[in-house]
């Protein structure tokens, strides 16, 4: 037997100390590594896999740069091929591909990187990563957590396939990534003791004559020790202990005679490792801020900067990299996740702002040059033409929201008193505008926007613009109206006949406690929005339930809008009571109560089938989960939701888990939209969701928070033991105002999750675009194939476009642009190019990529 003894240190960039707290550790760390290799000639070592860790060292020892790439090009030192080591449910798919890019190209720097995808503690794994990494050309998967009770018909390594049918070489850690750890207080004959009993176990279940050991911990320096550990193995089992890269050990793995079982699925089970699934619903607002601005950039940013550069424009790839290289940071497991100090969250922000920030500008750029370029880049004229763009691959008619400011952002006056515009006046406060002489409604100015002036500020104008062509614009010409445009606004009691609203075969009513009834095409789904609220003993990692369901409804209020633009809102405002805290004692919820305020904004509009769900949650109570139920009426044996590149058939329930070291999870992440029983959801950025048994039916329950009071506990029914320090985390008892966007749709018709997550957008437009009004600049065909990228080519010119067929049968791509077939050489994920797949036919459930030069 082959024991291959790799040395490495996991890395949590933050954890339970602030990414600068654990840099200290990582520079004084790396320094040994570099020492070590100085002393020792047979000594190598795995550096976690994520090239992040190469830059955050430079910054600090740019003096050891030139012995650090001389290590790594011996192959002394492995790195890569993640920039961070992400979470791997939560952050999407393409993500997960800028991820792999920016860690090649920032490893690159400093060597050659590892073609094996290394995730040591990663919290489950969705079915699409094996088609993911071989996309980049890897090699294998190296893992520890996510099985299920399939772990009893594998063997160490096997087989994993894609649900497109491609298969990757899987290689479990089946005593984790501390196989052969050392600790520097452990004695050397107690650790080689315990290391070779796990190395007498892993060999029982390998079938290549190979197992792996794992000499390190997470942030545990390198320990001079190592070898003399490596021979004490040696030593007691009997096997060829050698100092390896994970390389090596595949390579032994690859070239064995010993046929490899297939297994195919997402890897979200906990039979031998904790899967820590509450994860997924920890700090809401960590989800719902990723997910915005991954839309910013794959569904704005990228699409039209690569359209632009194409006709002429700035390339705007240098400013797309940087809100990567902002973004992805935040999206490592311990990050993304939630399960970190209050502080590391807190930094957590500045990123996110930064990320999202950089990605509206870089959009606002590319649709300005496409439009035309006008003068004024913030409009402050009152009368004045709209560009509105549709970032979809065909026509769409939506709801646009378009901001319009009274003054410039600066001007040359020499004194203070002229620097506003004297087009500064009081017409802006006038309520009534029409958008094609169709009425249009005023809001007030969104959250956010600069206001120079305290009495003038900016308004929003909203209106339903109709056919806007793919990945074009329309010209809307937004005039003050003679006449006024009044909107008809009435309190209406809860469960009154008025308390509803209608538009073509959809309508919906609030019924008395403060639920909706919806009706759409002769279907009836009740108890819409419903409010579920459980005691939580847990910690960020995991949901412990204590106490039943305690939701007291104190007060609705509802207001009715109709508006002439064929805009219709309810507007209602739930007052809740729950148990405000748990018992001391931690087994039963309090019996005095926190209030909890609802907040939601129901919106219909003309020739938009679905209906658009606003919800802000005022949340004052501790130590509790709080869900959105979306009944329905009659049983469901299964449902689908979207996954990582990919759209999964599920089933009611929870797995069968007697022999599990934790308990298996009654949840399932969320990838933006769930359908069952004829009603569609998107939820994009609540990541938590459940299919419940609920009355005569089920229900479909969104997690909008859970609120725990640190970052582990020992003493969970859920789980056995700690997963972290027991930090105290009052941050992640969200304390205050949570917001999240919703939309129910027909099942029938899942593109309209996505319309909904990526709206329309306007801008003002000058009188010689590049982009031509009304003519489409990228469209997609069939219907059922989706869009996955538009973006810039990484390293050449052109652009590269990704289709995903998330269908069970091939579909035959036809891609337009500019009006002409669309013909370019077929990349792998990598861009590199992709041999065989010339056919521009998408296999089931299959990425196919193009690069068009």
């Avoid at 490495?8 to 602030?18: F, Q």
């Avoid at 790439?69 to 080591?85: F, K």
């Avoid at 479909?700 to 609120?707: E, F, G, H, I, Q």
Wanted: aromatic content about 6%; hydrophobic content about 40%.
């Amino acid at each position: 037997m082959r024991a291959f003894f790799v040395s490495h240190t996991h890395w949590d960039r933050e954890w339970y100390r602030t990414f600068e707290d654990f840099r200290g550790r990582l520079v004084d760390a790396v320094d040994r590594v570099l020492d070590l290799c100085a002393l020792d000639d047979g000594y190598r070592f795995l550096l976690d896999g994520q090239t992040i860790a190469l830059e955050d060292y430079a910054e600090i020892r740019p003096g050891r740069i030139a012995e650090l790439r001389t290590r790594i090009g011996e192959g002394r030192m492995a790195i890569g091929p993640w920039y961070v080591q992400p979470d791997s449910l939560l952050p999407g798919g393409e993500a997960h591909v800028r991820n792999l890019l920016l860690g090649r190209t920032a490893g690159e720097v400093f060597g050659p990187v590892s073609r094996i995808a290394y995730t040591p503690d990663l919290f489950g794994h969705p079915a699409q990563f094996p088609q993911l990494f071989a996309g980049f050309g890897l090699r294998a998967f190296v893992y520890w957590r996510g099985h299920g009770n399939e772990i009893d018909g594998l063997p160490a390594e096997w087989n994993w396939v894609a649900p497109d049918g491609t298969a990757l070489l899987a290689c479990h850690l089946g005593r984790g990534y501390f196989s052969a750890a050392l600790d520097p207080a452990n004695d050397l004959d107690q650790a080689a003791e315990a290391s070779s009993e796990r190395a007498r176990a892993l060999a029982d279940r390998s079938r290549s004559n190979a197992i792996l050991l794992m000499n390190g911990l997470d942030h545990q320096p390198p320990d001079p020790r190592s070898s003399s550990l490596a021979e004490a193995i040696a030593k007691k089992t009997g096997f060829r202990v050698e100092r390896a890269l994970l390389e090596d050990f595949v390579d032994a793995v690859e070239t064995s005679a010993v046929p490899r079982l297939d297994w195919s699925g997402e890897l979200t089970g906990a039979r031998v490792a904790p899967l820590l699934p509450g994860v997924w619903s920890t700090r809401t607002w960590i989800k719902l801020a990723n997910r915005a601005a991954e839309t910013e950039l794959t569904g704005w940013a990228e699409p039209f900067a690569a359209l632009s550069a194409r006709l002429g424009g700035t390339d705007e790839r240098p400013a797309l990299r940087r809100a990567w290289r902002t973004l992805l940071p935040n999206q490592a497991h311990d990050s993304i996740c939630g399960c970190s100090r209050d502080e590391v969250h807190e930094q957590m922000r500045g990123r996110f702002d930064s990320a999202l920030e950089l990605a509206r500008e870089t959009v606002a750029r590319s649709l300005a040059q496409l439009a035309g370029n006008p003068e004024r880049r913030p409009p402050w004229s009152v009368d004045w033409d709209v560009a509105v763009f549709n970032p979809s691959p065909y026509p769409r008619t939506d709801r646009v929201r378009v901001p319009l400011d009274p003054h410039p952002w600066m001007t040359t006056a020499p004194r203070p008193e002229d620097m506003l515009h004297p087009v500064l006046t009081l017409e802006l406060t006038q309520t009534s505008y029409t958008a094609d002489q169709q009425p249009a409604r005023v809001l007030p100015a969104q959250t956010g926007r600069v206001t120079l002036v305290p009495d003038r500020p900016g308004i929003d104008v909203e209106f339903v613009a109709e056919n806007i062509p793919a990945l074009g614009w329309k010209r809307v010409s937004l005039r003050r109206s003679d006449e006024e445009i009044v909107e008809d606004r009435q309190s209406v009691a809860a469960g009154h006949p008025d308390a509803s609203i209608e538009g073509g075969e959809l309508s919906v009513a609030v019924n008395e406690t403060g639920t909706i009834r919806m009706r759409r095409a002769g279907q009836t789904f009740d108890g819409l929005l419903g409010v579920e609220d459980v005691g939580d003993r847990g910690d960020s990692y995991d949901f412990d339930p204590a106490g039943e369901d305690d939701v007291r409804v104190e007060d609705v209020e509802v207001e009715r809008v109709v508006h002439p633009s064929g805009i219709r809102q309810l507007l209602v405002t739930r007052r809740l009571t729950v148990p405000a805290r748990l018992e001391p004692h931690r087994s039963a919820r309090s019996t005095d109560r926190s209030p909890v305020t609802l907040f939601t904004e129901l919106t219909l509009a003309a020739g938009v089938p679905r209906i658009d769900v606003r919800v802000t949650v005022d949340n004052s109570a501790r130590d509790h989960r709080l869900r959105l139920l979306f009944p329905v009426a009659e049983p469901v044996t299964e449902f689908r939701a979207q996954t990582t590149f990919g759209v999964a058939t599920r089933a009611p329930g929870s797995r069968a888990d007697a022999d599990w070291v934790q308990r298996a999870p009654e949840t399932f992440p969320n990838q933006g939209f769930v359908c069952l029983g004829g009603l569609g959801v998107a939820a994009p950025g609540l990541s938590e969701a459940a299919v419940i048994a609920h009355g005569p039916g089920h229900a479909l329950a969104l997690t909008l928070l859970r609120c725990v009071s640190h970052l582990s506990r020992h003493d969970l029914t859920s789980r056995p033991g700690p997963a972290g320090p027991g930090t105290e985390t009052p941050g992640a008892q969200c304390l205050g105002r949570t917001q999240a966007r919703l939309a129910l749709f027909d099942p029938g018709d899942v593109r309209a999750a996505n319309d909904f997550e990526l709206g329309l957008r306007g801008v003002p437009c000058g009188d010689e675009a590049p982009l031509a009004e009304g003519a489409p600049a990228f469209e997609l065909s069939p219907p059922d194939l989706w869009l996955s990228a538009l973006k810039p080519a990484e390293h050449e010119e052109g652009l590269v476009i990704r289709v995903l067929n998330p269908g069970d049968e091939s579909r035959r791509a036809s891609l337009q642009l500019f009006g002409q077939p669309a013909t370019g050489n077929p990349v792998r994920l990598d861009e590199s190019p992709a041999a065989g797949q010339e056919d521009p036919s998408v296999p089931p459930q299959a990425l196919r990529s193009w690069h068009l030069s």
